[in-house]
């Protein structure tokens, strides 16, 4: 499929170069729009208007939504007034909006000033909704009927203002006053008798969002539920908007993209990673890293508070890093684990007690399990040939069940952090490793030390 891809570029970049038009016209409309912004992705910029005036006009917007921003802004800066009014037009409404967010402020101008006054309207309507809720992802392009329409009344409705509609599948039933109380579908009108009513057909137990709701949430009831569109409503259960499937994806794929951001400590950005400079990059990923080399001085501290136990037996010293490995990959498991259970929505802060009941009784069948193997693992191989200060069986002893404190820590650790992150309003995918991974090093050596002192001492000579 690559292969086809790269061929498929370079014949049209080989068409351009020609002016074979004609050609390249009848190539590009048996192409769908996101194969064509790719295309535009891979051309000179002085290519890409020509190419661009080549298709069809609602060819030329869908197109036009699935391209990066920088494409955006350069095809946008070489339009002329009537030729931006075009693809404006073409727009669907929550398509213009999410171009508007994105252009600087030069660009929104010449964007405003050509959509018609309805457009502009509607446009400045979402805007003011926050972002990231479900008032600026709808889409006001719906089908709305009237309780008292006939199913071949509602038809007739459907093929006159169908056209301009994101979607016609799913029909909303309004009363007078635009209060939601029901759908239908365009099947059930279609199999319906001509005289049959649309309050006999609709379906009045209709799942809505509010304009205000996170638009996380949102995408995730189209998973819960297999909506094609979803009703938005607002205080008084007016309909304002719907949003979509291909909406509801998009959120879905940059609140994952955030969230693996955020739990590689990582700060979010808007731009792919190929569109993003060095010191773009930079940006996002030293504050981050300043933040944990910062927090990991805890970790020195601690050991050099404990100078003494480790001069008497220097072998403790060359557990410390698996010691502190396992603590933070457990905790890992459990963040990652609560994290994705709170984004699905199958956990709350109130259920906090029962994931430490479940993660602590998960830790001790762990940590006994890593204790056991690695008791003999130290008595038997590592030190075997062991001639030094201290008892290998005390030495195996201290670090096996130092294994099992710190896996019930980290477990604990884990999953607790997300969930009170959740409480006070932060992201929980920000405390995921390396965070969790920092915070039980420290947790790690203050278990190690505080059974090695007593253990050790007592066979000292």
Known sequence: MVQVNVTLTQTIKKLLEDKKYATLRDILITMMPYDIAAV????QDEKMPILFRLLPKELAAETFVEMDEETQKFLIHGFSDSELKEVVDELFLDDAVDLIEEMPANVVKRILRTADKDMRKQINELLKYPEDSAGSIMTTEYISLRPDMTAEMAIKRIRRTGVDKETIYTCYVNDENNKLIGITTVKDLLLANDDDVVRDLMEENVISVHTLDDQEKVAQMFSNYDFLALPVVDNEQRTVGIVTIDDAI????????????KMAAVLPSDKPYMKTGVF?????????????????????TIISSFDAVLSQLIILSSFIPMITGSGGNAGSQASVSVIRALSLGEIEFKSMFSVLWKEVRVAVLCGITLATANFFKLLFFDLRTYSGPGDPIMISLTVSLTLIGTIIMAKVVGSSLPL??????????????????????????????????????SVMP
């Open 250 to 261: 998009d959120v879905i794929q940059e609140e994952a993209t955030e969230d693996i951001e």
């Open 40 to 43: 535009f992705e891979e051309l």
């Open 280 to 300: 773009g990059i930079y940006r996002k990923r030293v504050p981050w890293l300043l933040i944990l080399m910062l927090s990991a001085t805890f970790t020195s």
């Open 420 to 457: 009170l992150a959740s409480k006070i309003g932060f992201d929980p995918a920000v405390m995921a490793n390396p965070l969790i991974s920092t915070v039980c090093d420290s947790l790690s050596l203050l278990i190690y030390f505080a059974i090695a002192t007593p253990v050790l001492a």
